[in-house]
């Protein structure tokens, strides 16, 4: 496909899926592996976002956003570029943290956690997932049991005392995707954290 010459300035018109319904199927699927699987990298590609932001969250976002779901944009990825590129690929309207559907950013930006809807008892899924970007996956910290695990698997998590706390919540509590280049790792709610010494 060739680039027009305005693409360097109209970014937010690039860096879609190139074939949306191929590309979105293999992302969603990716997604939903992930949270299915907590602990375990998938490749997740096909989007390019302004710069700030992995290919990994990028295809997140036009994978799991469109103009019914509230995103928020945490202070460090928040951009004149982002928001256009999130309102031309997906139409999500931006919001404030204690509204949003999905929130994207570092684990230090999108703190506290606290500030994000966990859920009702009646209706536990009407809660926020977070997509956490990283600079990589480094070495485990934490061990995971629960749902979709045979045994337990390690995992390194940015803060496990406040995702330890999250998961007692459980059936409330949110979600998380973590990014890290064209990866993420899921871990839902459900799955009991403990640190690994």
Known sequence: MQQTDNQSTDTHFSGGFANPPVDAAH???AAMNAMARPGEV?????????????????SLLLTLCDPETKLYLAQDVDSAALRSWVTFHTGAPLVAAQDADFALGSWDALMPLDQYRIGTAEYPDRSATLIVELAEFSAPNARLKGPGIKDSVQMMLPDVPALARNSVLYPQGVDFFFTAGAQVMGLPRSSQITAEG
């Open 42 to 58: 998938f490749d997740i590609t096909g989007a390019c976002a302004p710069a700030g932001i992995s290919d990994a969250a990028a």
């Open 27 to 29: 992302a969603f699927r």
